[in-house]
């Protein structure tokens, strides 16, 4: 948060062919956001342990937003490694999508096959992808514990039902989004912009936190922000989502500038 409010988690897959970097941050600069050297020293500690030539890596994105696909350029010149691109056509391609977005296609690391599926309306291109190995069904912005911005309201509503049933076919762990927004209480979230959160939940949420967002979401059909205990739903990007945020997060950025006694 020092480097960026935006704060994304980004997650590092191995699988004994190649690893699956998802995401790559907020920040574009090395000297701000070292990426690459982080990446490269957790595979050579990766490979030390299983050590072979041309392991490839993977950089895929959970959606294309600029906070989650910054950091891809410290990537271009990496030796056995291919950078998905940011459209549709190019996410769809790669991963194999023939029937977008309910298709489950698969993605093979290695002894670690991966299932994906796509959840537009957060972004046109959002994925979810689940892992075996973990249990983890990492969801990017679609859900995690804090504004939830349905900028398609319709589409959000569809890809949460069909989330709900891609997750409860599957023996998922947690639950593992993008950014976490909420505070530990209930229906309060930190105002957008913040960088200092000491009270926050954990990252990780659970098939009833998502079966909760998708029942949210259903009843979400009115614009604006739509408040619950671990999430809130910030339905379309008209005025009543985003008028109420940035006045929240102005007044925030005036109260830090004031004296402390007056
Ligand atoms: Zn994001």
Request: no cysteine.
């Amino acid at each position: 948060m020092s480097v960026s409010f935006e704060a994304p988690f980004l997650f590092l897959l191995f699988g004994n062919e190649r690893a699956l970097l998802l995401d790559t941050g907020a920040t574009q600069e090395p000297a701000d956001f070292p990426l690459r050297d982080t990446v490269d020293a957790l595979i050579a500690a990766w490979l030390a342990d299983h050590p072979q030539d041309d392991y490839e890596l993977m950089v895929a994105h959970s959606h294309s937003h600029g906070d989650h696909i910054a950091g891809d350029e410290q990537f271009t010149d990496r030796p056995h490694t291919t950078v998905v691109g940011t459209e549709l056509e190019e996410v769809q391609a790669f991963f194999g999508f023939t029937e977008w977005p309910t298709q489950v296609v698969t993605l093979d690391l290695g002894g670690r096959v991966l299932e994906l599926t796509g959840t537009p309306g957060h972004h046109p291109t959002s994925v979810a992808v689940f892992d075996p190995w973990t249990g983890f069904l990492l969801t990017g912005d679609t859900v995690y514990p804090g504004r939830l911005y349905a900028a398609d309201r319709a589409r959000f509503g569809t890809s949460v039902e069909h989330l709900v049933q891609f997750a409860e076919a599957r023996p998922v762990s947690h639950v593992m989004g993008a950014h976490i927004e909420m505070s530990r209480t209930p229906r309060r979230d930190y105002p957008m912009g913040a960088t200092y959160q000491p009270d926050e939940p954990p990252l990780q949420m659970s098939m009833d936190q998502l079966r909760a967002v998708r029942d949210a979401a259903r009843s979400a059909a009115k614009p604006g922000l739509h408040v619950h205990d671990d999430f809130i739903i910030a339905s379309g990007m008209g005025p009543r989502t985003v008028v109420p945020l940035l006045l929240r997060a102005y007044a925030q950025r005036a109260r830090a500038l004031l004296p402390h006694r007056i």
